[in-house]
Each structure stands twice: as C-alpha cells, then as structure tokens.
C-alpha cells in the first residue's frame, strides 16, 4: 500500500514548486528588465569622452581660464574704475562658469584633458592653428599676454579691451556650437547664457574702446 501511495505521490511533488518557479523566474526577469533599463537611462544621459558635450566643457574650461587670467592682469595695470568693474565681472562670472564645466565633467565621470585638438568636438574643419600659447580661436598669445602685463593706464585699458573682444568672439562662436550639438540640458542652457553673455559684453567693450578713441582689432 505504501508502495502504491509512493508511486502516486511522487510524480506530484514537483507540481507543489511549479508556481515558485514561476514567480522567480518572473522576478529574475523583472530584475534584468530593471538593470537594462537603468543602463539604458544611464548611457542615454552621460555624454562620452568624445561627445559635444565633454569637448565643449573641456575647451572653454581653458577659453574662461584665459579671460580670468587677462582681468586679473589689467586690475593691477590701471586705476580706472569701469575697466576695473568689467574685469572683476569677467572673473566672477568666467570662473564660476568654469567650475560647472569642470564639475559636469566631473559628475560624468570623464577625464578633463584629451589627447585630440581643440574643438574637434564640433565636427568641422578648424582653419586656426595654435601658435604661442593661443590654442583656440579668439585666445591671446603669450606675446600678447606679456605685453598686457607691461602696459599701463589707458594703454593697458585699450589692449585689454581689445584681446577680450576677440576671447569673447571666439567664445561666442564655440558656445554656440555647443548650444547647437550638446544634448545635457545643463549645458545647452550654460552655452546659451554664454553667448547672450558674451555678446552684452561686447557691445558694452565697442563703447568702451571708442570713449578711448579706439576701436576693436580686425
């Protein structure tokens, strides 16, 4: 009798684990679904090393290094009060900018330099050749630099206002790109506040540069 009940049973027990084996294997499957999506969402979100988005971060990371560099060198070259206040706005606002850049790059986890040319990241043909120390369309050279440092007053006032007519040209140009290619909302809203920046700016220098009988290089 115990035979027969045996013969009878066994072929059951597997059917009592039937539905646990069903809600695992469900979960396990609702699991991965999870890790694919997350991925997913992960790589949808995170630029690449070579992206618009990590290129243009880089390179005018460098770009506003310059122009904080070029205002803190004119507030020790003159006394006078606007190109001062403009400098101390230049620095405030570039090195604040700069700091977002960096950190995006940061919270991307990518690295801050890359081995390819400035601006590449914009998909054309780049007609500027980096020469001493100017990497990138609109950056003073080193010559320029260092005459910046030896001027004085107006003379000092009008170079300055000169070589940040043309950083801020060649920054309007590469936020724009980025404003046009980036996909990191962060960033298209950085670019976009750069140029409209940039160009206020600009049209206050023009009026700066002709109260001293100047005018901005060609």
Same mark, same amino acid.
Request: net charge negative; aromatic share 4%.
């Given at each position: 009798?115990?035979?027969?009940?045996?013969? +009878?049973?066994?072929?059951?027990?597997?059917?009592? %684990?039937?539905?646990?084996?069903?809600?695992?294997?469900?979960?396990?499957?609702?699991?991965?679904?999870?890790?694919? *999506?997350?991925?997913?969402?992960?790589?949808?979100?995170?630029?690449?090393?070579?992206?618009? /988005?990590?290129?243009?971060?880089?390179?005018?990371?460098?770009?506003? !290094? !310059?122009?904080?560099?070029?205002?803190?060198?004119?507030? /020790? @070259?003159?006394?006078?009060?606007?190109?001062? #206040?403009?400098?101390?706005?230049?620095? =405030?606002?570039?090195? =604040?900018?700069?700091?977002?850049?960096?950190? @995006?790059?940061?919270? %991307?986890?990518?690295?801050?330099?890359?081995?390819?040319?400035? *601006?590449? %990241?914009? =998909?054309?043909? *780049?007609?500027?050749?980096?020469? /001493?120390?100017?990497?990138?369309?609109?950056?003073?050279?080193?010559?320029?630099?260092?005459?910046?440092?030896?001027?004085?007053?107006?003379?000092?006032?009008?170079?300055?206002? !000169?070589?940040?007519?043309?950083?801020?040209?060649?920054? +309007?140009?590469?936020? !724009?790109?980025?404003?046009?290619?980036?996909? /990191?909302?962060?960033?298209? @809203?950085?670019?976009?506040?750069?140029?409209?920046?940039?160009?206020?700016? *600009?049209?206050?220098?023009?009026?700066?540069?002709?109260? #001293?009988?100047?005018?901005?290089?060609?």
């Amino acid at each position: 009798m115990s035979d027969t009940t045996d013969m +009878i049973k066994s072929p059951r027990t597997p059917a009592r %684990w039937l539905p646990y084996a069903g809600a695992a294997l469900a979960l396990c499957l609702a699991v991965l679904a999870l890790v694919a *999506m997350t991925t997913s969402r992960a790589d949808a979100t995170t630029p690449g090393a070579d992206s618009a /988005d990590a290129g243009f971060a880089r390179d005018m990371a460098v770009h506003h !290094q !310059q122009a904080v560099e070029l205002s803190f060198v004119v507030r /020790d @070259r003159t006394d006078d009060e606007e190109v001062r #206040r403009l400098a101390y706005d230049v620095i =405030n606002t570039q090195a =604040n900018q700069r700091g977002m850049l960096l950190g @995006r790059l940061d919270a %991307w986890g990518l690295p801050k330099t890359s081995q390819k040319s400035p *601006m590449a %990241w914009m =998909n054309h043909e *780049m007609d500027y050749k980096p020469h /001493d120390g100017s990497l990138m369309p609109g950056m003073a050279t080193d010559t320029e630099m260092d005459k910046l440092r030896t001027a004085k007053d107006k003379d000092a006032e009008v170079l300055y206002l !000169q070589l940040l007519t043309a950083h801020h040209q060649g920054g +309007i140009d590469m936020a !724009q790109g980025a404003a046009d290619l980036a996909e /990191d909302p962060t960033v298209v @809203r950085l670019a976009e506040g750069m140029v409209r920046g940039q160009q206020s700016e *600009m049209t206050l220098m023009a009026d700066m540069l002709a109260d #001293r009988g100047a005018s901005a290089r060609q």
